[in-house]
């Protein structure tokens, strides 16, 4: 089977790395990838975002299923176009990614389909959350505490152009919540936590994810099979309803609150940086059950969760994220995957054959064990060995877990 990849980021490559060890795949081809993907298959230049050239490529290439990444081309169509010329795909058609692609939609879907979400607010009074409606590349939600930040933020907002949801504020830890869904019914992959804020401590600007682990104490394959029930399925139909089945990952952030589960968003793909926590642990074949999703017939497909955990520091730009790094030589790959660690690439390029620095979120060290704390010793442990001038990231990333926090206590 010959795979087509699209993307280029951390998730990617964790995605690539799990993809070639099915034994049915025979060609993985990735456009544009990155210098971790291109050792595992042929990238090759095209930008995902363009619908023709990505089909154009899919044909030439004779490709069986494209699995796509981000979520900006499956937002624009590109799935349609794809579909729509005799391809297979792994990802939402427009209408259906428009769960994550516009919030007012978002919040009309889960209200018909009855799905717990935060109360939606007329008035933009602290606390509040600001919401621009489209895609805002992770600038589109203000967080405000008091009314000085609703002002700030709706000065922001409206420079994006666009509607407005305003929304109550919950408090609260928020987990990630990943199903592989084929337009009707989906299997859950295991609950991951993803850490958005700049600084140690949840504090400092939002980030695309500074690092993640999974499973998360406390959600079990039975807590995970609610949860889905609860805000995964209502939506699946909803959507069929409206004749938008959804195939793809739906990829549902909530938080637990003392009311139950509440859903704070949905994304129409897998998550960065928590694939790279979530593939180590799945056992048997992602392709096979990504091959079912899209033919629109998961039935009989099954993935167990490996025992164990898996623990994914992000290594990244001194200035991220308001400036990306270029060019600086990175040293301590080899040495780090030496430890048994996973190192996954996200914003790197080569040059004269060395890997150098070339973006905001550059490096992705995952550990693996036998708990939270021992994947979460070994990723430090391999990330400690990489340096680049500037490099940065995150002490604390799954350190509460590891010692015995769950979301329910903080
Ligand atoms: P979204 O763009 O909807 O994914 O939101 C991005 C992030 O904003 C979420 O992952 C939360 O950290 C935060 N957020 C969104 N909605 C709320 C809410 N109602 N209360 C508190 N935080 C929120
Ligand atoms: N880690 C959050 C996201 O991928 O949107």
Redesign the pocket.
Known sequence: MRVLLLGSGGREHALAWKLVQSPKLTELHAAPGNPGIASLGQCHPVRADDAEAVLGLARALQIDLVVVGPEVPLVAGLADVLRAGGVSVFGPSRGAAAIEGS?LFAKEVMAAAGVPT?ATLTEPTAPC?L?ADGLAAGK??V?CHTQAEVEEGLSELVGLGGDLVI????EGP?ISVFALCDGATCLALPVAQDF?RAEDGDVGPNTGGMGSFAPVPGFDAEAIESLVDLTCRPILAELAERDHPFIGTLFT?LMPTPDGPRV??YNCRFGDPETQSLVPLIQGDLLEVLVACAAGDLSGAQLEQAPGAAVTVVLAARDYPARGDTGSPISGIGAAKATGALVFHAGTALRDGSVVTNGGRILNVTGVGSDIRVACDAAYAAADLIAWDGVRRREDIAFAASRGATPATG
């Open positions: 919030k935060a959350v919401k589109g939600v967080v929304e109550e504020l919950l928020e958005k952030g704070l968003e």
